[in-house]
């Protein structure tokens, strides 16, 4: 607020400095209306004297309690009670029922279930974001294409922009205005140039009623002097109107310069801001290729990381780990819920909830239980194959293929050598081979050694050359009979 007077110093006669007059008493006048309103805006806007009764006084805290204590000007005083006395001071965790024990500063235990702190998420697609879900869990956003508009864009880059863009409209206008100008003071130069010619017309005529009348010879030779000056009045004037007419063009073509540099700059900072759009993309969602390893570093990617860790922690769920072959599976440092995929084939041990000895794919996936047991998240109506001629206790999980060897059986192609699958013996069924032994003459009867041997469908004994025994030496037979008529 200024000072609204200055004192006047009045000085007592015979002194004519400061008199008693117009200007010193309204001086005074004016000083006096100028306080009087001050006075009266002082008061409407003055801070009551009751309403400051109720103003903190000051405040007071005790540390044993917790308790703050506030007095107002008036007296009047309240509290304030923060419990500070009951915050936690130690905190567990059952695993068993998922819950948080929290022990307060006074004794008390308070338990927390954790899973109520668990929001159930729902994507739902906005004006400028459609959502997908896999699936498998897994979530993906994108940009609409051409749902960006000025209110998504940076509030200074937007601002710039439209400064420029106001900038280069102005501008436009202005080179416009100064055309019209331009035109104007042209039209003015060109009507100035006709009055300078009519005004010479005008002299040239006077000059010449000069010469026909003597009596006024004096008169009009002052009016076409008072003429030609007025011409050449006019034809200065014409050519500042000129001047001004070329001004007002280069005018014209200083701001139309300016208006293409605004339009220039607009354009730099609408591209500008497309930089910065896809850059803050970028770094929202990923998937623009303007950032190195943009899409596992952006807002998204880590709210699904943040999500899978709270759904899974929090409800006892499977975290992967990573793939690793059956021999470098870990041993020791393990947490319940890690999960491996097995990039082998390998069979169980007593590490196992199967018991050991069970055969699984390459591929598999095994997780750590809560019990300290590793289990395959694999389901089989079987428990395991093995064939009677494999290794005993170790049974073949998946798709099993077993083979006439697998199970001890004769293959449907024998081999050559006794010890094929299935060759009879005298006491066992079996397969047998055709014999290449020469079929025998007659003689004592006899069962024979081959027993993996079958004789051939057209096999043919020798001839019998000899007869020994009483076959040999008989004349006649025991027993007389007749044969075809022939008697023995």
């Known amino acids: 607020m200024n000072k609204c007077y200055y004192r006047i110093v009045w000085e007592n006669y015979p002194s004519d400095k400061t008199p008693l007059n117009e200007q010193n008493l309204n ?5 006096v209306n100028e306080m009087d309103n001050r006075i009266i805006s002082l008061d409407s806007t003055k801070f009551d004297k009751s309403e400051a009764q109720l103003l903190v006084k000051y405040i007071e805290y005790d540390e044993s309690t917790g308790i703050f204590k506030i007095t107002h000007y008036n007296g009047a005083s309240y509290t304030i009670d923060t419990l500070l006395e009951k915050l936690a001071v130690n905190f567990d965790y059952d695993y068993q029922t998922q819950k948080l024990i929290v022990e307060l500063s006074h004794g008390e235990v308070k338990y927390v279930d954790l899973s109520a702190l668990i929001t159930q998420y729902e994507f739902v697609d906005s004006g400028t974001i459609v959502y997908t879900v896999y699936p498998d869990g897994r979530v993906t956003s994108a940009v609409k294409e051409g749902s960006i508009e000025e209110r998504h864009l940076r509030p200074n880059y937007l601002a710039d922009i439209k400064v420029e863009v106001a900038k280069a409209e102005a501008s436009k206008n202005a080179a416009a205005t100064s055309e019209l100008n331009a035109k104007s003071s042209e039209n003015a130069a060109k009507a100035s140039q006709t009055a300078a010619k009519t005004s010479e017309t005008n002299a040239a005529t006077s000059a010449a009623n000069a010469e026909s009348s003597a009596t006024t010879a004096t008169s009009k030779a002052t009016a076409a002097a008072n003429s030609a000056a007025a011409a050449k009045t006019s034809e200065t004037n014409a050519k500042t109107s000129e001047t001004a007419a070329a001004s007002s063009k280069t005018a014209a073509a200083t701001s139309a310069t300016s208006a293409a540099t605004s339009e220039t700059t607009a354009t730099t900072k ?18 623009t290729g303007k950032r190195e390893g943009e899409d596992t570093d952006n807002a998204q990617y880590y709210a699904m990381q943040a999500a899978t860790l709270v759904n899974t922690v929090g409800t006892g769920g499977l975290i992967p780990m990573g793939t690793v072959t059956f021999k470098n599976l870990p041993t020791s440092d393990i947490k319940s819920g890690w999960m491996y995929n097995i990039s082998d084939a390998f069979d169980s041990d007593s590490r196992f909830k199967d018991g050991g000895s069970l055969s699984y794919p390459m591929g598999s996936n095994v997780y750590y239980t809560a019990d300290g047991m590793w289990d395959v998240l694999s389901g089989n109506g079987v428990s395991g194959i093995r064939g009677d001629a494999e290794k005993s206790g170790v049974y073949r999980l998946g798709n099993v293929t077993l083979t006439a060897a697998n199970i001890g059986a004769a293959p449907t192609s024998h081999a050559s050598t006794a010890t094929t699958y299935g060759v009879s013996t005298a006491a066992n069924y079996g397969h047998a081979m055709a014999s290449s032994t020469t079929p025998k003459e007659n003689g004592t009867a006899a069962i024979g050694t081959e027993t993996a041997k079958f004789a051939r469908g057209d096999h043919v004994h020798p001839l019998q050359t000899s007869v020994s025994g009483n076959a040999g030496t008989a004349t006649k037979l025991a027993t007389a009979r007749t044969i075809d008529g022939v008697s023995f």
Do not use: F, N, R, W
């Open 27 to 31: 001086k005074i006048d004016v000083a």
């Open 270 to 287: 609408a591209t500008e801001a497309s930089t910065y759009a896809d850059k803050s993309k970028s770094y929202a969602v990923g998937g």
